[in-house]
């Protein structure tokens, strides 16, 4: 036995897909804790937890997957460069507007 006061918790992913029997679990110890549950559904998984957030990834919940897409990664970077752009323009007073409505023309060319 170890001395000290020491309490009993845990962390992480269980196994359950009973969502009852997890919650008595994670209430049982001294420190109850918040399980991850992927075998419930799969966005308790962390890998999908934090994919979802990187720039070009894809979360198939019906397919339990992650992908990768540079189409996806595309959008969301010009969508920073843009934010990006505008947030320039407000550093520069120097005609806001038409730098931004130059730059929307460049990036998105409208073709009839």
Aim: no cysteine; proline share 8%; hydrophobic share 45%.
């Amino acid at each position: 036995m170890l001395p000290g006061q020491a309490l009993t918790t845990a962390m992480g992913i269980l196994p359950h897909t009973n969502l009852l029997e997890a919650q008595n679990l994670a209430l049982s110890l001294d420190i109850p804790f918040w399980p991850q549950l992927p075998h419930f559904r799969f966005r308790e998984d962390m890998y999908a937890q934090f994919a979802e957030h990187f720039p070009g990834m894809i979360v198939d919940e019906v397919k339990r997957s992650l992908s990768f897409s540079t189409n996806a990664l595309h959008r969301k970077l010009m969508n920073i460069l843009r934010k990006a752009l505008y947030q320039s323009t407000l550093l520069w007073p120097k005609n806001p507007r038409q730098r931004l409505a130059d730059f929307w023309r460049q990036t998105f060319p409208l073709t009839l």
